[in-house]
């Protein structure tokens, strides 16, 4: 049934991966004024998705579901498109669906621990995103719900009860026994350097890719910072599928304050939506690969 389910939701993420293709201009690509910067933030784009991996294995571990590094890389990769299914929620399902059918736990589990994981990795980019919202020249509105977001993650982390409450009222309502797993501040400890270091990557990814794509413009190095803090922020918006559109804005926005030109500002917000796509799809391709040689085996 599990198998059913995250094959379902894997066709799913494709079909509408395709129709937010078709409905987007990836055409227009800006001119690249330096092939070695834009080579560095592909590097640093691809080890930040090969620490999200090891970011769901040590988070199952700490909930005592141990698996391999292949086993959170082929989860992580095949449900990387999961996210442009409206709603956003099922690439927190769809990983977790395939390590409850691998692992024989329950699905109930493996999805709170997912949760957990989502919590962490977006309470760790709007810390980090924090440093960039100073000075960053966005809309008020933006500004408040990245603290009301922050607050509330930070309840959800190290006030686990409110939480816990809220938890087992739903599973009173589904009628389901189920203990609310919970994460102490020295696992949480354990588990956040990893976290730390994927936004840092895909943050130094966008500090290059910017100089690739900008002529004569010299930028800090906490510039890097506006790209998770604009991750982050788009995660407000529910119903947009993986952010797009919300993502772009607020990047542009950001870049505005550190002497980007609107015009060039907009070409580098939308050609980073192509460069993400494409650390996605390569780790989608290596999932597919490492599913394929398990099977071989």
């Given at each position: ?29 800006p001119k690249v004024h330096s092939w070695f910067y834009m080579l ?142 919970k994460l102490t501040q020295r696992q949480i400890l354990f588990v ?106």
């Amino acid at each position: 049934m599990l198998k059913k389910v995250f094959s379902y939701l894997l066709y799913a993420s494709l079909i509408f991966l395709g129709y937010y293709l078709y409905k987007s201009d990836y055409i227009a690509i800006p001119k690249v004024h330096s092939w070695f910067y834009m080579l560095l933030s592909f590097l640093f784009l691809l080890l930040g998705f090969m620490f999200q991996n090891v970011n769901w294995q040590r988070i199952l571990k700490v909930f005592n579901v141990n698996i391999s590094l292949k086993t959170a890389s082929i989860s992580v990769g095949l449900s990387v498109f999961m996210k442009y299914i409206p709603g956003k929620v099922m690439v927190v399902l769809g990983r977790a669906a395939y390590i409850a059918n691998k692992k024989g736990v329950p699905i109930l589990y493996t999805s709170t621990v997912s949760l957990f994981s989502q919590i962490i990795s977006l309470w760790v980019g709007l810390l980090l995103g924090s440093i960039a919202l100073v000075n960053a020249d966005i809309d008020t509105i933006w500004k408040f719900l990245s603290l009301i977001l922050f607050l509330g993650l930070t309840v959800a982390l190290f006030l686990p009860k409110i939480p816990e409450r809220a938890f087992n009222f739903f599973t009173k309502l589904i009628k389901k026994d189920f203990k609310y797993p919970k994460l102490t501040q020295r696992q949480i400890l354990f588990v956040l350097p990893t976290y730390i270091l994927t936004w840092l990557f895909w943050g130094f990814g966008f500090y290059f890719l910017t100089l690739a794509l900008s002529s004569e413009v010299s930028l800090p190095i906490v510039y890097g910072l506006v790209f998770p803090l604009a991750g982050t922020l788009a995660i407000v918006t529910l119903f947009a599928p993986g952010g797009v559109g919300v993502r772009e804005g607020l990047l542009v926005s950001s870049m505005v304050v550190y002497g980007i030109p609107v015009q060039q500002a907009t070409a580098i917000a939308l050609a980073s939506r192509l460069w993400f796509l494409v650390g996605e799809l390569a780790a989608f391709v290596a999932a597919i690969m490492l599913r394929y040689k398990n099977r071989e085996r």
